[in-house]
């Protein structure tokens, strides 16, 4: 994903644009206060953040997954295995695509659905491959990182949601989709030799946007997960979400805000990015919002400093962290 500062921006009015210390201070502290004596209605089985930081640690052994290698191809093998094993129903949609630097990548979203029938759904997302360089790194840039986090993270936390819903007496009374985007990270670096290209981010979810692989599936919403294992990660209400779904935004930052994570869930707005949820909100016509990892410390540095540098490793990756998001989305899910 990257930065998108041109129209998104624009369209946001300044509000979007930057998080505020004003709203933040008021509108945003009057909602956190109304979240906090929220009375659940539905207690959500438990996420296990030890079987979520598993799951990520098993993705990081296989190697980079970058598209085109064996550690990608044997991920995603493992990931469809998982998911079968977690008794989801799941297709896989196998395509190519050019990417910036003129390679023609081979790539598959893997999706997985419970209660295929239900009319009512929400849909979760995460990608699954990691960045071919480290074009943030002041070394080695040319060689692809572990995307512990960006990556592994929200396919850990999903798979962990497969394995509860899977294993617990009580289900959802929605219908649950799950798409695993691939080739999201084989974006342009900014200095690159290589000319300027439209869409060159979120390869697959521009190909799913296109060509659902239901024909004329709909959700009710969908949500996002991004680099949502770091440790003391703060995740603002991005600019992209809030323009396209910000009811489902303020329905997800109260209920992170209602069961204990305001550490994590912060009443902030920060700019809007380009992320596999702008192009299932432009071109798929489903409201996505995106759980991302926001810098409130260096917004320069939007992602946070292992962002596209060989850090993104297991030592960033936080049990407490996964467990505020991964516990925060259940939640959602089970008060459907």
């Known amino acids: 994903m990257k930065n998108n500062l041109k129209t998104l921006v624009l369209l946001a009015a300044g509000a979007l644009a930057m998080y505020s210390c004003d709203s933040a201070e008021k509108g945003g ?33 296989f190697g980079p997954r970058v598209p085109n290698t064996p550690a990608h191809y044997a991920t995603g093998e493992w990931i469809i295995q998982q998911l079968r094993a977690y008794g989801a129903e799941v297709k896989v ?43 943030k790194d002041d070394e080695n840039q040319d060689k692809p990182i572990d995307g512990a986090n960006d990556g592994g993270s929200g396919v850990g936390v999903l798979l962990e949601i497969a394995r509860t819903i899977h294993t617990s007496e009580q289900k959802p009374e929605i219908g649950v989709d799950m798409i695993f985007f691939d080739g999201e990270d084989y974006g342009r670096p900014d200095d690159s030799k290589y ?14 946007s296109k060509n659902k692989h239901t024909p004329n599936y709909r959700a009710n919403y969908g949500i996002l997960l991004d680099m949502v294992g770091a440790e003391n990660a703060k995740f603002a209400r991005e600019g992209t979400s809030l323009q396209y779904a910000k009811e489902i935004v303020d329905k997800v930052w109260k209920a992170g805000n209602s069961i204990g994570y305001s550490d994590y869930f912060k009443y902030v707005n920060a700019p809007g990015i380009t992320d596999d949820h702008t192009y299932v909100n432009a071109w798929g016509n489903i409201r ?17 400093p292992y ?16 467990k505020a998001v991964g516990q925060t989305v259940l939640h959602v899910l089970y008060n459907e």
């Open 29 to 61: 502290a009057k909602q956190a206060a109304v979240a906090e004596k929220e009375v659940l209605a539905v207690k959500a089985p438990a996420f296990n953040a030890d079987s979520a930081y598993t799951f990520i640690q098993e993705q990081v052994a």
């Open 93 to 135: 949609q196998n395509f190519q695509m050019r990417a910036f630097d003129g390679k023609m990548l081979n790539l598959r979203n893997i999706i997985a659905s419970y209660k295929p029938e239900a009319a009512n759904r929400v849909l979760l997302a995460a990608h699954w491959d990691t960045r071919p360089f480290a074009d």
């Open 195 to 208: 000319p300027n290209m439209d869409n060159d981010w979120c390869l697959g979810s521009q190909y799913w």
């Open 288 to 304: 996505m919002i995106d759980i991302i990892e926001y810098n409130m410390s260096n917004p320069d540095d939007y992602f946070g």
């Open 307 to 322: 962002h596209h540098r060989h850090t993104d490793n297991m030592d960033v990756i936080s049990k407490n962290t996964l």
